[in-house]
C-alpha cells in the first residue's frame, strides 16, 4: 500500500528547473510532506518540508495542493551535482516527537550538461 | 550544521561474527534511529532511541541489539552476523522541536556492510 507515488526517473537541463512531483492521496490533516534525497552511496539528505503553505529554502521550493493530495518539489536551477534519487516521505508516527520514513522508490533525476 | 557520524563506511565481516556499528551525533538531538536500506525495498527502521537507555523496537528487529549509554553514541549490534544482514545501515537522528513536532531527521553516510 504505497504511502507516496512518483515517476521512477526524470531528466533535465543543467541551469532549467526541475520539477519533481509526487502524489500523496491518503495523506492526513496534520502530517507533514517531507523531502530527501540520495546521492549514490551517500547518506539521504534532507531537502525541505510543508504541510499546506509553499515553502522555499536556499535548496529548494515545495509546492503543495490546496487539497494536500500531491505536491512538487522545484529546483530553480538543477546542476549537474543535483543528480539524485528524490524521495518525497510521508512518515508514520512511533511516539510523540518520532516517526518512521518510508522512502519508497523515489525519482532518479539525472541532470543533463 | 547538523553532524551525524558513522563508524565506518565499509565493513566486511563473517558469518557468525559479532558486529558492532557506531553513530555520533553532534547536535544534542533527542532521537536516534537504525535504518537499513535495501534494493527495491526502500529504508526499512531497525530500532529507534528517543533518550538515553531507551530504545523501541522498529519494523525488523530481529537478529540486531542498540546500546544508547551517552545521548550523542547509538551503537547497533549484530550478534551473529549472517549473510541476509548484507546490507546498507543507515543511522538519524533529529530533535522535538516546538510543539509542532517538526521533527526533521538528518542521516549519516552508511555503512556498507558485507557479511560472507
Known amino acids: 500500500d504505497a504511502k507516496t507515488t512518483q515517476p521512477p526517473s526524470m531528466d533535465c537541463a543543467e541551469g532549467r528547473a526541475a520539477n519533481l512531483p509526487c502524489n500523496h492521496s491518503?495523506?492526513?490533516?496534520?502530517?507533514?510532506v517531507y523531502w530527501y534525497r540520495q546521492i549514490h552511496s551517500q547518506g539521504p539528505q534532507y531537502i525541505i518540508h510543508?504541510?499546506?503553505n509553499n515553502e522555499t529554502n536556499e535548496m529548494a521550493s515545495l509546492i503543495i495542493t490546496e487539497d494536500r493530495k500531491s505536491s512538487t518539489l522545484i529546483l530553480p536551477h538543477a546542476t549537474l551535482r543535483d543528480t539524485a534519487v528524490y524521495y518525497c516521505?510521508?512518515?508514520?508516527?512511533?511516539?510523540?516527537?518520532?516517526?518512521?520514513?518510508?522512502f519508497g522508490t523515489g525519482t532518479r533525476l539525472t541532470v543533463i550538461p | 550544521d547538523v553532524k551525524v557520524t558513522q563508524s565506518s563506511r565499509y565493513l566486511v565481516k563473517r558469518t557468525g561474527e559479532k558486529v558492532f556499528l557506531e553513530c555520533v551525533q553532534d547536535?544534542?538531538?533527542?532521537?536516534m534511529f537504525w535504518y537499513r536500506q535495501d534494493p527495491g525495498l526502500g529504508l526499512r527502521l531497525i530500532y529507534f532511541?528517543?533518550?538515553?537507555?531507551?530504545?523501541e523496537k522498529g519494523d525488523i528487529p530481529e537478529g540486531y541489539s542498540v546500546s544508547r549509554e551517552k545521548k550523542e553514541r547509538f551503537s547497533l549490534i549484530l550478534e551473529s552476523a549472517s549473510t541476509n544482514q548484507t546490507s546498507m545501515y543507515l543511522c538519524?537522528?533529529?530533535?522535538?522541536?516546538?510543539?509542532?513536532?517538526?521533527?526533521?531527521?538528518?542521516f549519516g553516510p552508511g555503512t556498507r556492510l558485507l557479511v560472507l
Open positions: 547536535m544534542d538531538h533527542e532521537n
Open positions: 532511541s528517543y533518550d538515553v537507555k531507551m530504545k
Open positions: 516521505i510521508v512518515r508514520v508516527p512511533l511516539r510523540t516527537g518520532a516517526n518512521n520514513l518510508f
Open positions: 510543508g504541510l499546506k
Open positions: 538519524a537522528s533529529s530533535s522535538v522541536a516546538g510543539t509542532d513536532y517538526q521533527e526533521t531527521q538528518y
Open positions: 491518503t495523506i492526513s490533516g496534520n502530517e507533514y
